[in-house]
């Protein structure tokens, strides 16, 4: 299990901002469709549309922002974006016809995404030698507040009313909010001088570029869990439906146990792209299982998917510490936050084509699909290696180890 609490002062600070943001964003996460479908009764094609909108708004603003931040200063950018996205989300109870809730889940959305991009610099600076098992630590501590927060959209949902999901979406609001004002106690940190050359570097840096799109490929898994394996369940298998939580539980544990522990091990990128092609073959594995559960009794259908769950979680550990060491170790650090804003795009259009890749794959094809997908991710693990090293041997690298050096030298 993760320690329940970092060592440093900002580390805390950090954990603290992040556990309160993730329970506002698991009420979200669980009944945020549902109030614009049921409470603000908006055409569910048209919260589809406007959601798609949203996702190109935020992958636009990601590197933008995470420039802002490496430039002007991390901790202000970064509680910039949290008060938006707060003020966006407070904006949901206006929302009473289609284009106010695009402008709405723009606003959030773009918040969301510039948010990650601005807090990279603040992993980076106070997440101490091995910034990228700090980054592992808080993912877990994700988990832990989108849970909770999951627990309160229960209820929402239960309850059904206006008024329910009214105060679910100003308590998302509130949330936010806290996260931005805890960041008040969290020392401000120096930007580091920028070197001369171009000032958009990570948009030239094709080898990062190639492992963003393999790191987004690899991301389509997250939505098996989300999306595939819940649709199968119901329409394929004979397994009961109260099993869809029983999975993302079981996911969710793990996770929360041992997300630190897969990250200690790599420790490298190198060991990074050997973590993504372990990764791929835990998801190619976990895909053949769940086509397995579909014409079998209920019981050994639950059995198997319970197990590809677990497999595939494991794989989930190893993608997630990969892509922590490589964004982090391969980005120079007076561009931390452009460098990790880029990382993020593959995540976004993971986000945005993922969902429907899956069920066009995996419900409507079939069985045969879930190989599909299997074969697609071991496909991007193994050329996760290959991708790995001609990134290290990018001139881009020679900054980061120059400028590395320059911190670390003693003033005379």
């Given at each position: 299990m993760?320690?329940?609490?970092?060592?440093?002062?900002?580390?805390?600070?950090?954990?603290?901002?992040?556990?309160?943001?993730?329970?506002?964003?698991?009420?979200?996460?669980?009944?945020?469709?549902?109030?614009?479908?049921?409470?603000?009764?908006?055409?569910?094609?048209?919260?589809?549309?406007?959601?798609?909108?949203?996702?190109?708004?935020?992958?636009?603003?990601?590197?933008?922002?995470?420039?802002?931040?490496?430039?002007?200063?991390?901790?202000?950018?970064?509680?910039?974006?949290?008060?938006?996205?707060?003020?966006?989300?407070?904006?949901?109870?206006?929302?009473?016809?289609f284009w106010p809730f695009v402008l709405a889940v723009c606003a959030a959305a773009g918040a969301k995404a510039a948010g990650i991009a601005a807090r990279s610099p603040l992993i980076r600076h106070y997440g101490g030698d091995r910034p990228q098992e700090f980054r592992a630590y808080l993912r877990a501590v994700t988990n832990v507040g989108i849970s909770l927060g999951a627990v309160g959209a229960g209820w929402v949902v239960q309850a059904g009313t206006l008024n329910a999901y009214q105060l679910m979406v100003v308590g998302n609001a509130v949330a936010f909010a806290v996260s931005a004002a805890l960041l008040v106690f969290l020392p401000p940190i120096a930007t580091v001088p920028t070197?001369?050359?171009?000032?958009?570097?990570?948009?030239?840096?094709?080898?990062?570029?190639?492992?963003?799109?393999?790191?987004?490929?690899?991301?389509?898994?997250?939505?098996?869990?989300?999306?595939?394996?819940?649709?199968?369940?119901?329409?394929?298998?004979?397994?009961?439906?109260?099993?869809?939580?029983?999975t993302m539980l079981t996911g969710t544990v793990i996770v929360v146990a041992f997300q630190v522990r897969a990250s200690r091990n790599v420790d490298s990128p190198t060991s990074g792209g050997n973590a993504y092609r372990r990764a791929g073959i835990a998801f190619l594995i976990s895909c053949s299982i769940i086509s397995l559960s579909a014409g079998i009794p209920a019981w050994a259908a639950a059995t198997l998917l319970i197990i590809a769950v677990v497999i595939h979680t494991v794989g989930e550990l190893w993608h997630s510490a990969a892509g922590f060491e490589v964004s982090f170790a391969l980005a120079p650090p007076h561009a931390t936050g452009q460098y990790l804003g880029v990382f993020g795009l593959g995540a976004g259009l993971a986000e945005a084509v993922g969902p429907g890749l899956l069920i066009a794959l995996c419900i409507t094809w079939g069985r045969p699909g879930w190989y599909v997908v299997g074969a697609l991710f071991v496909l991007t693990g193994l050329a996760a290696p290959l991708a790995v090293r001609r990134a290290q041997s990018h001139p881009n690298r020679g900054q980061t180890r120059a400028v590395e050096a320059t911190e670390k030298t003693p003033a005379a």
């Open positions: 993760p320690r329940l609490m970092p060592d440093s002062g900002p580390q805390r600070v950090l954990a603290a901002s992040n556990f309160v943001y993730t329970v506002g964003s698991g009420l979200y996460l669980t009944a945020g469709v549902l109030y614009f479908t049921q409470a603000v009764h908006l055409p569910a094609d048209e919260v589809g549309v406007g959601l798609g909108i949203a996702g190109l708004v935020a992958l636009a603003l990601g590197v933008a922002v995470g420039h802002l931040a490496d430039r002007h200063g991390a901790r202000g950018v970064y509680a910039a974006t949290l008060m938006t996205q707060a003020l966006a989300t407070a904006g949901f109870v206006l929302v009473d016809s070197p001369g050359g171009p000032r958009w570097i990570a948009l030239r840096d094709r080898p990062y570029l190639l492992l963003t799109a393999l790191d987004g490929i690899m991301a389509i898994q997250f939505k098996v869990l989300t999306v595939a394996i819940p649709l199968w369940l119901v329409g394929a298998t004979t397994a009961p439906h109260w099993l869809i939580s029983g």
